[in-house]
């Protein structure tokens, strides 16, 4: 454990032991991925035996009381048999999770005289019954709100070190059992010893697990896709300007392939956005995290997924679902109009705002969810309308009605719209001449365009064309009169809607910065426009 300055006079040492005892720790508690610093209270009094947690705790707080009496007498120090009442305060807000377990056993210990518990200092681990302790989700999010509230001393299990220590600005101490935490904060070091004599199995949850997912698997390479000229220009336009898109085309055309090289060729996150793209992570808790995010994140669920599962949801706490697992990143959704039309439509919301709100009768969670999304669709439900090969077995109605899944609204938020037609033979047989552009070399294209539009917007407070608001391109980036002349033809042919007037802006400006022009051409404004209406045509 990171040595702890004991207190200079330990109540345990010199044998005082109160007789109504009160004493204060602090944790955090987690609402979404905002964090509040809660103070946890503890008096001793001379009633009935009794163990008493108040505050809205949930069952898992609740249930921490068995896991303390357990874990204090593994670790050589038995509760008082006295009355413990232990308040969350503050007492309005909903406590829920595991991690209060070590700041109660402390604050109990504390009135009992055994350490004394310092002020700046949040505790944030589980215990086991053994006394060891355990790691828990959102330990990241957590630190970081207890250090920008002014508490930048922490201590948590052993296997969430690294990821506490994410953050800067941070004092982090950890350790593996009860006993090594109480002789820092002045205990009798005695305990120690009666603590390693009393046989304890090994932690499940221990310093393996806390390696998990230090390495990160290249992504695919563009250069494995064969022809799809058009298909690669809106792929580098999308990662360019952190546009939306939308193929379709026949099976086998290479509309997966190309959704998966994206991240490929998306720059590395800032450290702002890294730290919340982990946080995320976190609190998700697949696995404690070792190091930041610096990799866009790729999602691309199964088409059977409910609407919980993507938004996010669940019982108690609502948690983050794969729109937040993929915020600064991308949300790949195969065969879209597989997916149940109520799922696709929850996109909306988020896709403006970039923020998912989950309310609940207690709470209401914001977890954010600016993410790429991205579509691949068959034309029809045997996937072989306007291909080639075999002849589409669909009729009319039936493609309508497979099509329809994607509803107006959504595809009006999608900035690229493209056709991937099927790969010829003459194509695939190109692969014995020069081969394709790799995803380094577009990357780098990329990146000149996304510090372009730094560059531009920094003034603005936005990071990419994507994120520029309507207002600002009407008053001060607006190509000029002449260039949006075949905007304006296609709102009064109602084919363009006041959004997606703004769209194809944004996207006529990320092929500026492509194209190293200072503002964008007739040119530009035109080809951003074939891919806003290509496929509705």
């Known amino acids: 454990m990171t040595s702890i300055a004991a207190p200079q006079s330990s109540p345990a040492r010199s044998g005082r032991a109160p007789v109504n005892g009160f004493a204060r720790s602090r944790s955090v508690a987690l609402v979404g991925l905002e964090g509040h610093v809660v103070d946890v209270e503890v008096d001793i009094g001379q009633s009935l035996p009794g163990f008493t947690i108040i505050g809205l705790p949930d069952q898992a707080v609740n249930e921490s009381r068995e896991r303390i009496r357990s874990a204090a007498r593994r670790a050589g120090v038995p509760l008082s048999p006295r009355k413990i009442t232990v308040n969350l305060s503050p007492a309005t807000l909903p406590k829920r999770g595991s991690h209060f377990d070590v700041a109660v056993v402390m604050a ?13 200092t949040v505790f944030l681990a589980e215990l086991g019954l053994d006394g060891s302790l355990r790691p828990v989700r959102g330990v990241l999010p957590a630190v970081l709100a207890a250090v920008r509230a002014g508490f930048p001393r922490v201590v948590v299990a052993a296997a969430n070190r690294q990821e506490a220590a994410l953050v800067s600005g941070a004092t982090v101490s950890a350790a593996e059992h009860l006993a090594e935490l109480l002789v820092g904060f002045g205990a009798d070091p005695a305990l120690l010893a009666r603590a390693a004599a009393s046989s304890r199995p090994a932690d499940p949850h221990g310093k393996a697990s806390a390696e998990t997912g230090a390495g990160h698997e290249p992504d695919p390479d563009l250069r494995d896709v064969v022809g799809q000229v058009e298909g690669r220009q809106a792929l580098e336009i999308a990662a360019a300007g952190g546009h939306h898109l939308l193929m379709v085309g026949p099976p086998g055309a290479g509309k997966t392939m190309l959704a998966e090289r994206l991240p490929g060729i998306l720059p590395d996150l800032g450290d702002e956005d890294s730290l919340e793209v982990t946080s995320v992570h976190s609190l998700r808790g697949e696995a404690p995290c070792s190091a930041l995010v610096r990799r866009p994140p790729f999602q691309a669920p199964h088409h059977s997924i409910t609407l919980p599962a993507l938004c996010g949801g669940g019982s108690g706490m609502p948690r983050p679902g794969a729109i937040s697992l993929a915020h600064r990143g991308v949300l790949f959704l195969d065969e879209a109009p597989e997916f149940d039309r109520r799922v696709l439509d929850a996109l909306r919301q988020p896709l403006e705002s970039g923020t998912v709100t989950i ?28 291909g080639v090969g075999r002849a589409c077995t669909c009729t009319a109605v039936q493609r309508r009605r497979y099509f329809s899944k994607l509803s107006g609204p959504l595809l009006d938020r ?27 070399t577009v990357a780098r294209r990329v990146a000149r365009a996304r510090d372009a539009q730094r560059e531009r917007l920094t003034g603005f407070g936005c990071q990419s064309n994507s994120a520029v608001p309507g207002s600002l391109l009407h008053r001060r980036l607006s190509p000029g009169a002449r260039a949006v002349q075949p905007l304006k033809r296609a709102m009064d042919e109602r084919t363009l809607t006041a959004r997606g007037f703004v769209k194809v802006l944004r996207v006529a400006w990320t092929l500026a910065d492509l194209s190293g022009a200072t503002v964008p051409t007739p040119e530009h404004v035109q080809l951003a426009l074939y891919f806003k209406t290509t496929v509705a045509a």
């Not at 109990?108 to 700046?120: F, N």
């Open 108 to 120: 109990v210990l504390g009135a009992q005289g055994v350490v004394r518990v310092p002020t700046d």
């Open 359 to 386: 309310a609940r009768a207690q709470s209401v969670a914001h977890y954010p969810a600016r993410f790429q999304l991205v579509l691949a669709a068959n034309p029809c439900a045997c996937g072989h309308a306007g």
């Open 414 to 440: 999608v900035d690229l719209q493209l056709r991937v037609p099927a790969v010829t033979y003459q194509e695939l047989s190109a692969l014995h001449g020069d081969p394709p552009e790799d995803s380094a």
